[in-house]
Antibody
């Protein structure tokens, strides 16, 4: 069974940092691109970032470029999102998601972890 | 970036009736080299992550009931629920993945 479990969310002050983790199981992690998608409270979905299988290619939404960094450890079956210079507008549930294949859509999602940026 | 705009924002449909949601992208998401439209549809229920319904504009994900269908090409796409069931009440999102991925704003489907 494919499972994605996010962790690392919490309350952080504006300007602070957090690192989210997403532990994967039930599939060969190293063969899949991975994504982060977020959802502000009561709002729609916003794609955040993507990393390819070996970490050599990453892309980011303009809203987080230069502040967030995606990475992965294929030996630990984990993808990370390092978030720096956090702003109130970064408050959201952050989901990790598996790419169905080659830059398609997302066939498995975690349950999400809530990040709240507030003083 | 290519934007995706859904219509309507919400709709109420009686059980057993058809529900139709539209998604318009600001540029074509059809890639001629592989003859595919880079568009997907998701369903999200309260407190749950999104669930993939349709990809490549019309391919139904495994396990998705056949009352869900996707159509369209280029910039105009449609998700149709042919006979609405109670469990279909949810928010539906389209997403393109032709370039930097973006989601539509969502369409809320309610039972009338």
């Amino acid at each position: 069974e494919v499972r994605l479990v996010e962790s690392g969310g919490g309350l952080v002050q504006p300007g602070g940092s957090l690192r989210l983790s997403c532990a994967a199981s039930g599939f060969t992690f190293s063969r899949y691109w991975m994504h982060w998608v977020r959802q502000a409270p009561g709002k729609g979905l916003e794609w955040v970032s993507r990393m390819n299988t070996d970490g050599s290619s990453t892309i980011y939404a303009d809203s987080v470029k230069g502040r967030f960094t995606i990475s992965r450890d294929n030996a630990k079956n984990t993808v990370y999102l390092q978030m720096n210079s956090l702003r109130a507008e970064d408050t959201a549930v952050y989901y990790c998601a598996r790419d169905r294949g080659g830059g398609c859509c997302y066939d498995y999602w975690g349950q999400g972890t809530l990040v709240t940026v507030s003083s | 970036d290519i934007l995706a705009t859904q219509s309507p924002d919400s709709l109420a449909v009686s059980l057993g009736e058809r529900a139709t949601i539209n998604c318009k992208t600001s540029q074509s998401v059809f890639y001629s080299s592989d003859n595919k439209n880079y568009l997907a549809w998701y369903q999200q229920k309260p407190g749950q992550p999104p669930k993939l319904l349709i990809y490549w504009s019309f391919i139904r994900e495994s396990g998705v009931p056949d009352r869900f269908s996707g159509s369209g090409s280029g910039t105009d796409f449609t998700l149709t629920i042919s006979s609405l069931q109670a469990e279909d009440a949810a928010v539906y999102y389209c997403q393109h993945y032709y370039s930097i991925p973006t989601f539509g704003q969502g369409t809320t489907v309610e039972i009338k």
